[in-house]
């Protein structure tokens, strides 16, 4: 059968990249275009379109950006009409695929989404387009099914994908060896994947450093961000340093991190790495964002346990003091402890790995019975 799979960001890429494998491991002489990354690509996907290409932020980016999104959508229709797909997956990234979907949907072709849109958290009238235009939805956030059933919609609940992932990671035990390091406990700086987040983030994190000088501070770099861009942040500080495609290993050894809100902060969490959250960006984007958001938190894990375990400093509360404040209570002490046990039982909500197989079974399954369970 073909498939053809949209994602439009570098955690898209690696989820997307293990659906392809058990796609195949299903469907032995399954097609596939991608729009996504290397991940995909190297796992079988012929690449339609790289992420890099794809990735901005805010609302000026995307206002500069117009022309190209509307050749990117235009290049996206007559791809899928040529390829003639027998199923369209979509993951996250909704400004994009809810326009696909609505298209594809209108012109005959089975959609299914995985990772739903952040619908529950701004802009909820987005679930009647879901509805309407999506035949299946994969969900992997435990609260999501129950909010998606308060909307009549009945939706799959696969668990979270980040647990196939780090399951399967293997530490490097000569990590300190390969990369130089001293044995100064390690501070993680995960700035984010785009190149606006890492120049808002980066300027603040690395301030705090002489603060910490029995430390050694690592910036983890974005596939997506040349390792030149973050020459600028490194000021030849011997305490900061810079590592690329290294991310789980760096966690694996590190004391503490600071994580700008994301999927990185889940992840730092299943490696119980006590952390705190950051978020800036810009004056009149965030305050539009203010005004439609409806969630508490803003980080992942805060909002799967339903309150605050990880601090989190959002806009100007983003700042050298309080950072330098809340980086202290959770380098030692309680708040470190209770951190840590919370990350426990955020595991254990989370449940079993298994989130790729469970999503790929589901769709293989519907489309050789030619039964897409539609809404």
């Known amino acids: 059968m073909k498939y053809y799979i949209i994602s439009g960001e570098a955690s898209g890429d690696l989820h997307g990249s293990n659906l392809i494998k058990a796609l195949i491991k299903l469907d ?33 980016a995307v206002i500069k950006k117009l022309p190209s999104i509307l050749r990117n959508l235009k290049l996206c229709r007559n791809d899928i009409l040529d390829f003639n797909t027998d199923a369209l997956i979509l ?60 909307h009549n919609y009945n939706v799959e609940y696969v668990g979270h994908p980040l647990l196939d992932v780090i399951n399967v990671y293997k530490s490097n035990p000569d990590f300190y060896i390969d990369n130089n390091l001293t044995e100064k406990p390690i501070i993680a700086l995960l700035p984010g994947s785009r190149k606006q987040e890492i120049k808002a983030m980066l ?8 603060h910490f000088e029995s430390y050694q501070f690592i910036i983890a770099g974005a596939p997506s961000v040349d390792k030149c861009y973050y020459e600028n942040f490194l000021f030849n500080n011997s305490n900061i340093l810079f590592l690329e495609n290294q991310t789980y290993d760096l966690l694996n050894h590190s004391h503490a991190a600071l994580v700008t809100s994301g999927t990185a902060t889940l992840e730092t969490a299943i490696f119980e790495v006590p952390q705190v959250v950051c978020y800036k960006t810009n004056p009149i984007f965030y305050r539009i964002v203010k005004k439609i958001i409806k969630v508490v938190y803003i980080s992942i894990v805060n909002l799967i346990m339903e309150k605050k375990v990880v601090p989190e400093l959002i806009q100007n509360d983003f700042n050298k003091v309080n950072l330098i404040a809340e980086l202290n209570k959770i380098l030692l002490g309680t708040d470190r402890i209770n951190m840590i046990e919370n990350y426990i039982l955020l595991k254990e909500k989370l449940g079993k790995n298994g989130a790729s197989k469970k999503t790929a079974n589901i769709i293989y399954k519907l489309l050789k019975n030619n039964e897409v369970d539609c809404q």
């Open 28 to 60: 032995p002489e399954a097609q596939i275009r991608a729009w996504g990354g290397d991940l995909m690509k190297a796992n079988g996907a012929t690449l339609v379109k790289h992420y890099k290409d794809l990735a901005f932020m805010g609302i000026w």
């Open 91 to 150: 993951i996250d990234y909704s400004g994009f695929n809810l326009r696909i979907a609505k298209w594809a949907k209108i012109n005959g072709f089975k959609v299914f989404y995985y990772i739903s849109p952040q619908v529950w958290a701004t802009r909820e009238n987005r679930v009647k387009k879901i509805k309407r235009y999506v035949d299946k939805m994969f969900v992997i956030l435990p609260f999501e099914k129950e909010f998606y059933k308060k």
């Open 203 to 210: 300027k603040i994190m690395t301030s705090i450093v002489n």
